[in-house]
């Protein structure tokens, strides 16, 4: 079976440039979570989304949005793109949030330079 | 943003030798996951971690759910060159969907 899986694997834009993430889950799974890593640091909680509704939204400035499809795949978008926004963007994918025996699954991420 | 406590930040060690990291916190969490993370990829699961004093085993690997519910432990037996990598704990906080990292324990591996 797939895993989760994010494109595209690299991408590389300028200050104030939009950009739109993707990912697909897991077959079966309903809910999609996005993370963000600097280098050198662990993954920053964006957002979480389950049956296409936002479940849950970390400390980020509203240029971040999110949204899941009805297939439960999901899009992040960046708008106004600042240089400090380079990062390692991981979606992750669970059957759905908040169970007793949750496990979070990450795809490889997509890499995010901007120049 | 809000990371975890986690040592060592990093350590080289010899191969065959055993590795003991872990993960703290002020707060209280209601579930543990620990990843390793290799350069260019994302964090694959190892063990996950449910109930307070849970102790759990992935082959080499154990891994144990603070009594408190504010810490965990992660031991590698018998290292190999492959265990080579960034180690991260993950911890859920109860009432929320997300989960917070570890600052990551780097290991190396002497052949």
């Known amino acids: 079976d797939a895993g989760v899986t994010q494109s595209p694997t690299h991408l590389i834009k300028t200050r104030g440039q939009h950009v739109t993430l993707r990912c697909s889950p897991i077959s079966g799974h309903k809910s999609v979570s996005w993370y963000q890593q600097v280098l050198g640091q662990g993954p920053q909680f964006i957002f979480q989304y389950y049956e296409k509704e936002e479940r849950g939204r970390g400390n980020f400035p509203d240029r971040f949005s999110a949204r899941q499809f009805p297939n439960y795949s999901s899009e992040l978008n960046v708008n106004a793109l600042l240089l400090g926004d380079s990062a390692l963007y991981l979606c992750?994918?669970?059957?759905?949030?908040?169970?007793?025996?949750?496990?979070?699954?990450f795809g490889s991420g997509t890499q995010l330079s901007v120049l | 943003g809000q990371q975890l406590n986690q040592s060592p930040q990093s350590m080289f060690i010899q191969e065959g030798e055993d590795v003991s990291m872990n993960c703290t916190s002020s707060s209280i969490f209601n579930t543990w996951l620990w990843y390793k993370q290799e350069p260019g990829e994302g964090p694959v699961l190892l063990i996950a971690l449910y109930k307070a004093g849970e102790l759990t085993s992935n082959g080499r690997l154990t891994a144990q759910f603070g009594i408190t519910r504010k810490d965990s432990f992660l031991n590698i037996s018998a290292s190999i060159p492959s265990d080579v990598g960034i180690y991260f704990c993950?911890?859920?906080?109860?009432?929320?969907?997300?989960?917070?990292f570890g600052t990551g324990t780097r290991l190396k591996v002497l052949a």
């Open positions: 992750a994918s669970s059957p759905a949030p908040g169970q007793t025996s949750e496990k979070l699954f």
């Open positions: 993950a911890g859920q906080l109860g009432g929320t969907y997300k989960y917070i």
